[in-house]
């Protein structure tokens, strides 16, 4: 029972991050919790799969993709990933993710607002060492707190990349980063042979849950899109705040 209900809360961590090009982890690591699945078997399982979903989501938005800023990101990311292990050690982990969850709602509420009353903001931050800091954060939230998805969205919101190419550079730099979180994690032993085998259940079932949500993407405004994103980072602050 509990080995279906755990295929079918990564299934739907899988739709999500194919629909909004990110979030499965801050989505289904709370459901797995919930279920009081093992947290090491998590972590793997929810690693894997953010690598496995990102491979089709970066061939399919390659044509978006800047590589540029994507090696910029990455380089911030490597840098921040052994701030972000010292960070867990050191911090007060409850602090952090609550700060970051007052951080993702009030930011997502105001730009929401902006948008409903039609006021429009200038890109920000668009010298290229930004990019090294957004990467940096990046990894740091993403080695730490599994959430290294999270600061490039904002990121991109404020750079007003267009959605096409947040998608590309978003699935790009899952990708590049995902192989050095799965590698650590296997390293570290949390890989084991029942994530093997949920693998082995979860990954043919991606043929069906993947382009399902590209067809929902295909039929989603790129502008309605844009609200949605920034409604899933007041959601994804509620349920962080919750969770810490």
């Given at each position: 029972?509990?080995?279906g209900i755990v295929i079918l809360i990564a299934l739907f961590g899988a739709l999500v991050r194919t629909v909004f090009g990110f979030g499965e982890a801050l989505v289904t690591m709370p459901l797995l919790a919930l279920v009081s699945f093992d947290l090491k078997t998590s972590v793997a399982l929810i690693g894997a799969l953010g690598l496995i979903v990102a491979l089709p989501g970066a061939i399919r938005y390659?044509?978006?993709?800047?590589?540029?800023?994507?090696?910029?990101?990455?380089?911030?990311?490597?840098?921040?990933?052994?701030?972000?292990?010292?960070?867990?050690?050191?911090?007060?982990?409850?602090?952090?993710?609550?700060?970051?969850?007052?951080?993702?709602?009030?930011?997502?509420?105001?730009?929401?607002?902006?948008?409903?009353?039609?006021?429009?903001?200038?890109?920000?931050?668009?010298?290229?060492?930004?990019?090294?800091?957004?990467?940096?954060?990046?990894?740091?939230?993403?080695?730490?707190?599994?959430?290294?998805?999270?600061?490039?969205?904002?990121?991109?919101?404020?750079?007003?990349?267009?959605?096409?190419?947040?998608?590309?550079?978003?699935?790009?730099?899952?990708?590049?980063?995902?192989?050095?979180?799965?590698?650590?994690?296997?390293?570290?032993?949390?890989?084991?042979?029942?994530?093997?085998?949920?693998?082995?259940?979860?990954?043919?079932?991606?043929?069906?849950?993947?382009?399902?949500?590209?067809?929902?993407?295909?039929?989603?405004?790129?502008?309605?899109?844009?609200?949605?994103?920034?409604?899933?980072?007041?959601?994804?602050?509620?349920?962080?705040?919750?969770?810490?």
């Open positions: 029972m509990l080995f390659r044509v978006h993709i800047n590589f540029a800023v994507v090696r910029r990101l990455v380089t911030g990311s490597i840098l921040g990933v052994p701030v972000g292990i010292l960070l867990i050690k050191f911090v007060d982990a409850t602090l952090i993710m609550r700060i970051l969850a007052v951080f993702l709602v009030v930011y997502g509420s105001y730009c929401l607002i902006r948008i409903y009353r039609h006021q429009k903001s200038q890109p920000r931050f668009q010298a290229n060492g930004w990019d090294y800091l957004a990467g940096l954060i990046s990894g740091i939230m993403g080695s730490a707190y599994n959430s290294h998805g999270v600061p490039i969205v904002v990121y991109g919101t404020l750079k007003k990349w267009h959605v096409l190419e947040l998608r590309g550079i978003l699935q790009a730099h899952f990708l590049c980063v995902g192989i050095i979180v799965v590698a650590s994690q296997a390293i570290a032993g949390f890989w084991s042979l029942e994530v093997w085998e949920l693998l082995l259940w979860i990954v043919p079932l991606l043929l069906i849950v993947i382009p399902t949500g590209n067809w929902l993407v295909d039929h989603i405004d790129p502008n309605q899109m844009v609200k949605y994103i920034y409604g899933l980072l007041i959601i994804f602050g509620i349920m962080l705040f919750l969770k810490a």
